[in-house]
């Protein structure tokens, strides 16, 4: 008759011990978890994946980020495209995703001229509306869009994209129907309607000298008058050779001196040239298609994905050395098959511009910028 060995049971407890230690002591593998204690990991999300019609981008946005923001569903021209008409099935789901994955669910965004509805600003007879009018449409739309998610959405963008790059205000219908108190009406609306939520101006082309001065003299005269502005949103749509990091660096600062938490918000870096250097990121600019403007159709060549990934890295490591400031960092979708920059400001091109490629891959940077987490 054979012998069966048997293994002491405290053996077995001790190893299964040392299994679970050495498993909680390893490093994170994951982004969100690297940048856990130091800012949120955010991305910008479609109705496709609220929905459940991209489950590969779900699979990433589940393991990778811990906040969304909502790429389109929450903008006026979505929401109350008649007025008094609201759509919010897709923004329903949107904050129910967040929610059910217990993620910091960012609002974007109440007041913006680009992708507001036509009637927001003129009367029957499509004459512009008088100021009286157009304060208490945005009051109305403000109050039952922030009262509808009051006490489930982190924060809200509430005003998008007021300020030109040399600092004058832009030349929109809320401009000049109402007059610069068209950011502080929006912002007490907001706060009213939900007092506990996060309230954050939105821009892009914010290391620029000129919309630097100009936002914080902006966020000053609202300080001055009584009004909270919790948060700055710097969008970082860029490229290869923009942003300048130290102009960056200095805006960063300066909104943070200002007491407002830095977000930086819509962040992507394309690979493409530009039609037009002073094209920033307005959305309603467009440029013929060109083969010259689409130069990378086939594959990204190494040597410029390699410049892809040191923009990343250099902006990660500015970042982290202003960790103290910087709440989140959310990238502008989730990978490079559904990113706005393959059709803006030019349709049909190729771009490369997110971290996860388009078989849903994460790009070599990924590891890269998980170290500079953790070291």
């Known amino acids: 008759m054979k012998l069966r060995k048997t293994i002491p049971l405290f053996f077995v407890a001790g190893l299964v011990g040392w299994s679970l230690s050495a498993c909680s002591s390893a490093e994170p593998t994951t982004l969100k978890d690297a940048y856990s204690g130091k800012f949120l990991i955010g991305a910008a999300i479609n109705k496709n994946i ?20 909502a790429e389109n569903c929450m903008k006026s021209a979505w929401l109350q495209p008649e007025k008094g008409v609201f759509h919010f099935d897709d923004a329903d789901r949107f904050v129910q995703f967040g929610e059910e994955n217990g993620m910091a669910i960012i609002g974007h965004c109440l007041i913006w001229h680009s992708q507001a509805p036509k009637w927001f600003f003129t009367d029957e007879k499509g004459q512009d509306v008088s100021r009286d009018e157009l304060i208490q449409r945005m009051q109305d739309h403000i109050t039952t869009v922030v009262s509808r998610y009051k006490g489930r959405i982190k924060g809200w963008d509430v005003v998008n994209e007021a300020i030109m790059d040399d600092g004058s205000w832009r030349d929109t219908k ?3 129907i109402i007059g610069e108190d068209f950011v502080k009406l929006a912002f007490l609306f907001a706060r009213e309607a939900d007092p506990d939520c996060e309230l954050y101006y939105n821009d892009y082309s914010m290391m620029h000298e000129g919309k630097r001065n100009g936002v ?40 943070a001196d200002l007491g407002c938490g830095v977000h930086i918000t819509e962040l992507d870096f394309t690979v493409l040239p530009s039609p037009d250097s002073q094209v ?30 040191s923009q990343y890295a250099d902006l990660f490591a500015v970042l982290l050395k202003h960790a103290g400031c910087v709440e989140r960092v959310t990238l502008w979708g989730i990978s490079d098959a559904d990113s706005w920059r393959n059709d803006w400001p030019v349709r049909g091109r190729t771009d490369y511009p997110l971290l996860f490629d388009r078989e849903y891959q994460a790009k070599p940077v990924v590891k890269k910028l998980i170290k500079l987490a953790l070291n």
Not at 53 to 68: G, Q, T, V
Not at 242 to 253: H, I, T
Not at 287 to 306: H, I, R
């Open 280 to 309: 920033g990121a307005d959305v309603a600019a467009g440029f013929e298609y060109q083969q010259a403007l689409n130069p990378y159709s086939e594959e990204l060549p190494e040597e410029v994905a390699a410049q892809l990934y």
């Open 50 to 69: 609220v929905s459940g019609n991209d489950d590969a981008s779900m699979e990433i946005l589940k393991r990778e980020f811990n906040s969304i923001t």
């Open 216 to 255: 914080v003299e902006m966020i000053k005269n609202l300080q001055a008058q009584g009004v909270k502005v919790d948060g700055i949103g710097m969008q970082g749509h860029y490229g290869l050779d923009f942003p300048d990091f130290a102009e960056f660096e200095k805006s960063l600062v300066a909104f």
């Open 174 to 176: 809320f401009y000049r």
